[in-house]
């Protein structure tokens, strides 16, 4: 029996669709839910890539709903360029992956998420992957919230690296600085997994060719996702050869969270340019105690990448 009820709170591209594969193969996770985002696709085409996707992996009683199309301070959300290299044009290496015949949940993703916290409380844990605007959002009609939640693990940020989209900023984190911004200065438990630490743990045409060699839907679908991802990668990031596990990777920190190393640290997000977008320790509470805001600076890396590839090919196995 699953120890941890969990909701990813995804804007799926291809690592996306790898912490959600992670997320229905680790058997210490019950995965109750996905919430949409905006980012590396639009809205609307990462929640139906998500729901494709469950479909493929044989998981269509998962729910998916739709959150927030733009941040916190915009009417309107643009997919970059690099993020159509990155994933596709649709988020999925402009794979036609089978449509699903399950449909996107008609509740609010917002009183979808404060609902579960209440009643799984500590038992549930939090995972998004992109922008924080459905989280801050949450927060902000419910503050009581950030006491009941297990925890918050995000992909987002960037510490002790540059960033990938500024010199300073992290994209996810950069989506939506002033939603980050209220959840890093929230009493919310949570642990941020940055740049810092994703970018160490990567996959290479040998693992998607065990995948491939399985000879199955799932395998084929992802061994094709994830060569298409270390291609983009090849321009990129041509220094790590090899594409990064960065959305897995806190999912599973969520589970195991002694693959990281972490320091508690009050941060803050910047939210005006030069430095928009950038986590760093928040001076104005550098002598309070931190007891609630983790930032990963070290990884274990043979054990999650074992982890990750024993999971994903048990799954693949079998869909």
């Given at each position: 029996?699953?120890k941890?009820?969990?909701?990813?709170?995804l804007?799926?591209?291809?690592?996306d669709?790898?912490?959600?594969?992670?997320a229905?193969?680790?058997?210490?996770?019950?995965?109750?839910?996905?919430?949409g985002?905006?980012?590396n696709?639009?809205?609307?085409?990462?929640?139906?890539?998500?729901?494709?996707?469950?479909?493929?992996?044989?998981?269509?009683?998962?729910?998916?709903?739709?959150?927030?199309?733009?941040?916190?301070?915009?009417?309107?959300?643009?997919?970059?360029?690099?993020?159509?290299?990155?994933?596709?044009?649709?988020?999925?290496?402009?794979?036609?992956?089978?449509?699903?015949?399950?449909?996107?949940?008609?509740?609010?993703?917002?009183?979808?998420?404060?609902?579960?916290?209440?009643?799984?409380?500590?038992?549930?844990?939090?995972?998004?992957?992109?922008?924080?605007t459905?989280?801050?959002?949450?927060?902000?009609?419910d503050?009581?919230?950030?006491?009941?939640?297990?925890?918050?693990?995000?992909?987002?940020?960037?510490?002790?690296?540059?960033?990938?989209?500024?010199?300073?900023?992290?994209?996810?984190?950069?989506?939506?600085?002033?939603?980050?911004?209220?959840?890093?200065?929230?009493?919310?438990p949570?642990?941020?997994?940055?740049?810092?630490?994703?970018?160490?743990?990567?996959?290479?045409?040998?693992?998607?060719?065990?995948w491939?060699?399985?000879?199955?839907?799932?395998?084929?679908?992802?061994a094709?996702?994830?060569?298409?991802?270390?291609?983009?990668?090849?321009?990129?990031?041509?220094?790590?050869?090899?594409?990064?596990?960065?959305?897995p990777?806190?999912?599973?920190?969520?589970?195991?969270?002694?693959?990281?190393?972490?320091?508690?640290?009050?941060?803050?997000?910047?939210?005006?340019?030069?430095?928009?977008?950038?986590?760093?320790?928040?001076?104005?509470?550098?002598?309070?105690?931190?007891?609630?805001?983790?930032?990963?600076?070290?990884?274990?890396?043979?054990?999650?990448?074992?982890?990750?590839?024993?999971r994903?090919?048990?799954?693949?196995?079998?869909?």
């Amino acid at each position: 029996m699953a120890k941890y009820k969990m909701i990813l709170d995804l804007d799926t591209g291809i690592d996306d669709a790898l912490a959600l594969a992670y997320a229905l193969a680790d058997q210490d996770c019950d995965l109750i839910g996905i919430i949409g985002s905006y980012g590396n696709v639009l809205v609307e085409q990462g929640t139906q890539n998500s729901l494709d996707l469950l479909s493929l992996l044989g998981a269509s009683g998962v729910p998916v709903y739709e959150g927030f199309s733009h941040s916190s301070t915009t009417s309107s959300f643009t997919v970059q360029p690099v993020s159509a290299r990155i994933h596709g044009n649709n988020g999925v290496a402009n794979l036609e992956i089978n449509r699903a015949s399950t449909k996107v949940e008609k509740q609010s993703s917002i009183d979808f998420l404060i609902d579960a916290v209440h009643k799984y409380k500590k038992d549930l844990l939090l995972v998004p992957t992109g922008p924080l605007t459905n989280l801050a959002a949450a927060i902000k009609k419910d503050p009581t919230i950030t006491k009941l939640i297990g925890h918050v693990t995000l992909m987002g940020g960037a510490l002790t690296v540059p960033g990938n989209v500024s010199p300073v900023s992290e994209a996810n984190i950069h989506q939506d600085p002033e939603a980050a911004n209220d959840v890093f200065q929230s009493d919310i438990p949570l642990t941020m997994v940055g740049l810092d630490v994703t970018t160490r743990t990567l996959l290479t045409n040998k693992e998607t060719a065990i995948w491939r060699n399985l000879k199955t839907k799932s395998g084929s679908v992802y061994a094709d996702l994830v060569d298409y991802y270390i291609d983009a990668y090849k321009e990129t990031n041509p220094h790590l050869n090899g594409c990064a596990l960065h959305d897995p990777l806190a999912v599973a920190a969520a589970l195991e969270p002694k693959l990281l190393e972490t320091i508690y640290l009050n941060m803050k997000v910047d939210t005006q340019k030069p430095y928009e977008g950038r986590t760093i320790g928040d001076e104005t509470r550098l002598n309070l105690p931190a007891t609630t805001t983790q930032a990963a600076v070290n990884v274990d890396v043979d054990r999650f990448v074992t982890k990750f590839m024993e999971r994903l090919t048990t799954l693949f196995e079998e869909h």
